[in-house]
């Protein structure tokens, strides 16, 4: 049986947080707390919501995109449901997939649980927000110290240079919510919380 995963929060898509259209899916749980993190509520381990991979793409699966963008909080402090996250949306769906993680591939190279994640991987950026060295260009990433890994042919480093470092997605209700690479300041009765993939949520 497959491995509930718990959740911060969905965003059906995006076209900030990697190649092309993507949904991005947030981890709950961090114990970094890197500072300058754009998503503190994804630190604290208690989930907002909590299903499985299949659950997941049920509720959330629009059909309009290529691939999903996982971050955090922390994905591989779910080693398990991370590995079933991607296993489905790899073999199921026929999706890329994008891991953005606080740890360095070396340390998850070391952990037999979470290295076979990379099995599933077709690309995976590493390391912890810094916020001494904010990334200033248009490619895929919060801060210059964190590296791209390419485990497949999909796609090259050209595909991670955006069009925009952040979007703004607007709900049914009105609510107003930012996502990408860099901080947006919104009307305090429109705002949520920016949920980003960028590794600063990871970390």
């Given at each position: 049986m497959a491995e509930k995963i718990k959740l911060h929060a969905v965003i059906p898509e995006s076209t900030v947080n990697?190649?092309?259209c993507r949904m991005v899916i947030f981890f709950q749980g961090c114990a970094k707390l890197?500072?300058?993190c754009?998503?503190?509520e994804t630190h604290a381990f208690e989930p907002s919501e909590v299903l499985t991979p299949a659950e997941l793409f049920e509720k959330y699966h629009t059909g309009n995109i290529e691939g999903i963008t996982v971050s955090g909080g922390e994905p591989f402090l779910q080693p398990e449901a991370l590995y079933d996250l991607l296993q489905y949306a790899k073999e199921e769906l026929k999706l890329s997939t994008v891991v953005y993680t606080g740890f360095r591939a070396d340390r998850i190279k070391q952990r037999a649980e979470e290295r076979r994640c990379a099995e599933h991987i077709d690309v995976l950026i590493d390391?912890?927000?810094?916020?001494?060295?904010?990334?200033?260009?248009l490619i895929a990433r919060g801060s210059t110290n964190q590296e791209f890994y390419f485990m497949t042919e999909r796609y090259t480093i050209e595909d991670f240079y955006l069009k925009a470092r952040t979007e703004l997605i607007v709900a049914d209700?009105?609510?107003v919510r930012s996502t990408g690479f860099a901080r947006v300041t919104l009307p305090?009765?429109?705002a949520?919380?920016?949920?980003s993939p960028d590794s600063s949520d990871s970390v």
């Open positions: 990697g190649p092309g890197c500072p300058g754009f998503n503190t390391g912890g927000f810094e916020e001494a060295n904010p990334e200033t260009t209700d009105g609510t305090e009765d429109s949520k919380s920016p949920d």
